[in-house]
């Protein structure tokens, strides 16, 4: 019984290694297509962090890799397909989205910078958008602007202290959103509106 959870253990372990070894070269992958036309010396010094520990841990991998992109010349292929990355990216910021809005008990406010971040995409959303159209609609589309924000987290936090207080108050709201008090002001009919919104889905 011992050896077999000791072999299952060690076989969990090279798993997460290969999965860890698979993001980095997919990481490095991306960003030479995204910047196809620069040297990779130059592109080291965009994802330190990826070319380092590709060259600690799976060297041989990188070298040939970075290899195979040069031509004789010494430029680079490119090899990106710019329409199916595009469709391959409004699905992915759809879903990133998605999960911003889901989580209420941390409000996040939805932009281009927070999205690439999340996807570690934010070189190709900062500097590419322009070839990929319909990702830089949705993105248009789904950007909240400052107010927007606001509103949503008074909504999310509303029925955060609802679950935790009961009927909360307008100063409650106030806090737990960490409102200063000229945009308290702003937004004190919308607090008041949506703590009645929560009173009448409680007692109807």
């Given at each position: 019984?011992?050896?077999?959870?000791?072999?299952?253990?060690?076989?969990?372990?090279?798993?997460?290694?290969?999965a860890i070894k698979e993001k980095y070269r997919l990481d490095w992958r991306d960003l030479l297509s995204t910047y196809s036309d620069e040297k990779i010396v130059n592109l080291r010094f965009k994802r330190p962090d990826v070319y380092r520990w590709l060259y600690s841990n799976d060297r041989e991998w990188l070298l040939q890799?970075?290899?195979?992109?040069?031509?004789?010349?010494?430029?680079?292929?490119?090899?990106?397909?710019w329409v199916e990355r595009d469709l391959e990216l409004v699905s992915e910021v759809e879903k990133v989205c998605f999960e911003i809005m889901a989580n209420t008990t941390?409000?996040?406010?939805?932009?281009?910078?927070?999205?690439?971040?999340?996807l570690y995409k934010l070189p190709?959303?900062?500097?590419?958008?322009?070839?990929?159209?319909k990702t830089q609609m949705i993105l248009e589309r789904l950007n909240e602007s400052v107010g927007d924000f606001q509103i949503?987290?008074?909504?999310n936090n509303v029925r955060l202290l609802h679950k935790r207080v009961g009927i909360p108050k307008s100063w409650q709201v106030k806090r737990v959103s960490g409102l200063r008090k000229e945009v308290w002001m702003k937004y004190e009919k919308q607090i008041e509106q949506e703590i009645r919104a929560v009173i009448e889905e409680e007692y109807l």
């Open positions: 019984m011992k050896n077999q959870i000791e072999t299952c253990q060690l076989t969990i372990q090279a798993s997460a290694g290969e890799y970075n290899l195979d992109r040069k031509t004789k010349a010494g430029t680079f292929v490119s090899r990106v397909n941390q409000t996040i406010r939805i932009t281009t910078n927070e999205i690439g971040r999340r190709l959303l900062s500097n590419r958008l322009q070839r990929l159209p949503r987290r008074i909504k």
